[in-house]
């Protein structure tokens, strides 16, 4: 069996071999490795190679690969059905825990996907502010609904053009696109716009990652508050990645509405909503917005979530962010010493790097990276067996299961891997 042999296969009956388009490798060239099983800090694709994984699902697994106490819940809430259609105590029992975790989060509801989770926090927002306008940011990834699907257009005030093909025009007449960390941007828009929604990654981790700056957050929640606005923040990568309690850790505000996803659900299909009691009660059944799922609060996958958020303590975080910064800081000296500038950044578990000579503090800056040069470098990490996100605007991800060994292997590779670029 080989990695190309079965992508062939794969891509005869799955559009583009690939169920997630990045995953197709399309960025960084060459073939993507087909995985046959995960092990704690690695994947092991199905010629037997060992990568040590620092995608770990795209943020999920912040435990690893196959970690024990949720591989335990799982089986045992298997024995007792897959779905009920019904509720249950779990559900209640992870909405609980999560509630007690954010204080600004009274409700929460369980949705699949991080995309379900934005598009119906957005519903809400709307039916309790009653006001159409949404302001998202350029280089922010909010799911892949046609409302959202909207990035850096032809400037920060004009409406949102979509960004793929199939989204009405009409579906993103009422989307307006502000710059990250430029809080004029913002202004510019409210001027002239009824707007109702406002939603953010707090930590952009999908243009690669670029913390937004706290004067920026706080003048943000400010200008909601004066116009009747909702701010979401959506924290569907960041939460339980960047700290126990997510973006709220490093930032003073409070927002109106929380989205939820990828480490929630301990690698099954979990992402939520949540917030103020006021704006969450206005979802059916108590209130006229309409939000359903059959898989919704699946008793599988709230056992798995319950399972990895009671391993979740301030704690990890310590560790799991001294890890990123050995990381960065090796892969920065590695690349300046062959005189290649790299900006790195690290919030908790959360790690990135741009191939650029300024700091990143938006997507405009972020597109300057050197993408070619990104390619390069992962063809040479992939080569020696560490698996890095296949494109410059991802977010890198530690699992507890890490520790100094694994980081100084990359680093390792990540000196070899630039002086060959170098001399090659
Ligand atoms: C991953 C992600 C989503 C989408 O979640 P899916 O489960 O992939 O639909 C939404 N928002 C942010 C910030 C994300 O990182």
Not at 127 to 138: M, N, R, S, V
Not at 140 to 153: F, I, N, P, Q, W
């Amino acid at each position: 069996m080989s990695n190309k042999t079965e992508f062939e296969l794969a891509k005869k009956y799955i559009p583009g071999g690939v169920n997630s388009p990045v995953r197709a490798f399309g960025s960084v060239g060459g073939e993507p490795v087909m995985i046959a099983r995960g092990e704690g800090t690695y994947l092991i694709d199905v010629e037997g190679k060992k990568y040590l994984d620092f995608i770990q699902s795209w943020g999920p697994l912040i435990h690893g690969h196959c970690d024990k106490d949720i591989e335990n819940a799982i089986t045992n809430a298997l024995k007792n059905g897959t779905s009920y259609g019904a509720p249950s105590l779990n559900e209640t029992a992870l909405a609980k825990l999560m509630c007690e975790k954010f204080s600004c989060v009274d409700k929460i509801r369980f949705v699949s996907s991080g995309t379900e989770a934005t598009m119906s926090a957005i519903r809400v927002a709307r039916g309790y502010a009653k006001k159409d306008g949404l302001i998202k940011f350029e280089g922010c990834y909010h799911g892949h609904s046609d409302a959202l699907l909207v990035k850096a257009g032809s400037g920060a005030t004009t409406y949102g053009n979509a960004s793929s093909a199939g989204v009405p025009q009409n579906a993103v007449k009422d989307t307006h696109l502000a710059i990250y960390n430029d809080i004029k941007s913002v202004e510019e828009i409210f001027k002239n716009h009824q707007i109702g929604v406002v939603i953010i990654e707090p930590i952009a981790g999908n243009m690669g990652l670029v913390p937004a700056k706290r004067e920026f957050l706080k003048a943000l929640r400010k200008i909601c508050d004066e116009n009747n606005a909702v701010l979401i923040l959506d924290e569907v990568m960041s939460g339980f990645r960047a700290s126990e309690i997510g973006a709220l850790k490093f930032y003073d505000i409070t927002p109106d509405l929380i989205t939820f996803g990828k480490v929630i659900g301990g690698g099954l299909n979990v992402a939520a909503f949540g917030g103020k009691a006021q704006i969450m009660d206005v979802l059916s059944p108590n209130g006229a917005v309409y939000q359903a799922g059959t898989l919704s609060g699946n008793p599988l996958a709230m056992a798995a979530g319950i399972a990895a958020l009671n391993k979740i303590t301030p704690e990890i975080y310590v560790k799991l962010e001294s890890l990123a910064k050995r990381l960065m800081s090796g892969f920065k000296e590695a690349a300046n010493a062959v005189k290649i500038p790299l900006q790195t950044e690290v919030r908790g578990s959360m790690f990135g790097f741009f191939f650029n000579e300024k700091e990143v503090l938006n997507y405009d800056d972020a597109l300057k990276s050197d993408t070619k040069m990104y390619a390069k470098f992962h063809n040479q990490m992939l080569k020696r067996g560490v698996y890095l996100a296949p494109s410059q605007f991802e977010t890198g991800f530690i699992c507890t299961a890490m520790g100094e060994n694994e980081i100084d292997f990359a680093v390792n590779c990540a000196k070899e891997a630039f002086l060959e670029i170098k001399n090659g």
